[in-house]
């Protein structure tokens, strides 16, 4: 007979690894199975790791998880050609506990994320792939998966298996998606010695930054790019929807040489190895896209419900936060002796209470109006950068005068009415 299991996690991201150690914390019997050869080796990431969602699993996580950089900077780019204008934020007071954000390489960091689970008591099984969910009258009562005696059983399975969630789509949870709900992402970490990234990044001690680039880093494409700072090493990435990049015939790792290729982007990488390739689809459907996320016996945590915020770039930590109300609601479960879909209610009700679904409630349009009025991203950023290169050319053009050229060039272009249209449309798609 196989043993019996508390809660099964499938998937050891930050997802179903929150889910894991809150539960083995709270004395459940937990079984958290990966399919990569250890936790963090098929995950990919940005890199930028918030600190509140992951302080509330493990207080004071940053003194001993090993993490790249604090990140001091926020840098964002609206690039053209040959030009960018640029608008960001540094504080010292990210510098300092309790930090704001961190650079990270998920390679280590689920590594030693998985194994804080493993000393709470989970029992983690690496290169094992969960096949299905087995269902009896209605309910998840366990999963088969590829290993010869394959089958293990438990009173509620968590599927934090990803944003392509294999198992939902086999509960029925999830439908295929539609190429405007996921973005294609390629990236590359690229070796460069400290001393050169705080030179170039205008960065002290293990202080970092972060670029996010849009406009002609995606050609102009609903997406964007980013580039962040490791210790010893950059974070270069780029995506757009899967629908942009069929429409506008873009193959990823052409986009992502573009990029690198870049006149305002080239002189940071100058001199740096590429060290690795990566490329994943980032769940950007948001509100409209979240699936179902309790049933008998199941719940659904982390991109595998589709829970990111791809206006903030936040992933990791809504993943970790709905592992954690997971475990919340599994714990009560187990009390009450009750795993049906009204008992793990609870995990939904938590979800759609928290800052996790008001926020993608809050940006539900965006995505949607960005697609379909493409000229934020091809028209309005390279007027922007036009509009300032005019503006701080000194040729004699009392200031004034340059004003209303500029204000004239936008309208005579697009029409006052149009304009303002546009202006209502996007504060209303982000308001
Ligand atoms: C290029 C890129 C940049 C990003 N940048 C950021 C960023 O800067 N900050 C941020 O917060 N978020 C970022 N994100 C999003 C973030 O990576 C995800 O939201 C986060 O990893 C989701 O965690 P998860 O645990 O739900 O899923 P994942 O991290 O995808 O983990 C799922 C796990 O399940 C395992 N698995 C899948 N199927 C099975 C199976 N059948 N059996 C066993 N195991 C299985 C996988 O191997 C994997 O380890 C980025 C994403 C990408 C692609």
Redesign the pocket.
């Known amino acids: 007979m196989p043993e019996k299991f508390d809660v099964i996690v499938?998937?050891?991201?930050?997802?179903?690894t929150s889910c894991a150690y809150s539960c083995a914390k709270n004395g459940l019997k937990v079984l958290l199975?990966?399919?990569?050869e250890y936790?963090g080796s098929?995950?990919?990431?940005?890199?930028?790791?918030?600190r509140k969602q992951m302080e509330d699993i493990i207080p004071e996580f940053w003194k001993e998880a090993p993490l790249e950089r604090p990140v001091v900077e926020q840098r964002f780019w609206m690039m053209d050609k040959e030009s960018v204008v640029q608008f960001g934020y540094k504080g010292l007071e990210w510098a300092v506990e309790p930090y704001n954000n961190f650079t990270v390489l998920r390679a280590q960091f689920?590594q030693w994320f998985a194994q804080k689970a493993v000393e709470q008591g989970a029992l983690l099984i690496n290169e094992?792939?969960?096949?299905e969910c087995i269902v009896e009258n209605g309910k998840v009562i366990g999963v088969r998966t590829d290993r010869p005696d394959g089958e293990a059983f438990a009173d509620v399975v968590v599927l934090?298996?990803?944003?392509n969630s294999?198992?939902s789509k086999q509960l029925g949870f999830h439908r295929e998606f539609r190429p405007d709900e996921v973005a294609l992402?390629v990236?590359e970490v690229i070796n460069l010695p400290k001393d050169k990234i705080n030179e170039r990044f205008n960065l002290e001690g293990n202080h970092g930054t972060t670029i996010e680039i849009f406009g002609d880093s995606t050609k102009g494409n609903l997406g964007t790019a980013?580039l962040y700072t490791n210790k010893d090493s950059l974070n270069i990435?780029v995506?757009t929807t899967l629908s942009s990049m069929i429409k506008a015939k873009l193959k990823p790792y052409e986009l992502l040489d573009y990029l690198k290729k870049h006149p305002m982007v080239r002189p940071y990488l100058e001199g740096g190895e590429s060290a690795e390739y990566l490329a994943?689809?980032?769940p950007e459907g948001g509100f409209h896209s979240v699936p179902r996320v309790a049933g008998n016996g199941v719940l659904v945590?982390?991109?595998?419900a589709q829970l990111?915020n791809a206006i903030h770039?936040?992933?990791?930590?809504?993943?970790m936060a709905s592992g954690q109300m997971a475990a919340e609601a599994i714990v009560e479960a187990k009390k009450d002796g009750d795993f049906s879909e009204k008992s793990l209610n609870r995990y939904k009700e938590a979800l759609y209470g928290s800052f996790i679904i008001k926020d993608l409630e809050k940006y539900k349009d965006a995505a949607h109006t960005f697609e379909k009025y493409p000229q934020y991203f091809k028209e309005y950023l390279p007027m922007m950068n036009q509009a300032m290169s005019k503006f701080f050319t000194v040729d004699g053009t009392p200031k004034k005068e340059k004003q209303k050229q500029i204000m004239r060039s936008v309208t005579a272009e697009k029409g006052t009415l149009k304009v303002m249209q546009d202006i209502y449309r996007a504060w209303k798609a982000v308001k």
């Open positions: 499938v998937g050891a991201g930050p997802a179903g199975i990966e399919r990569g936790p098929k995950n990919v990431m940005g890199g930028v790791l918030y689920d094992t792939v969960v096949t934090a298996d990803g944003v294999l198992l992402t990236m980013f990435g995506g994943h689809l980032i945590v982390g991109d595998a990111v770039r936040e992933g990791s930590n809504m993943a």
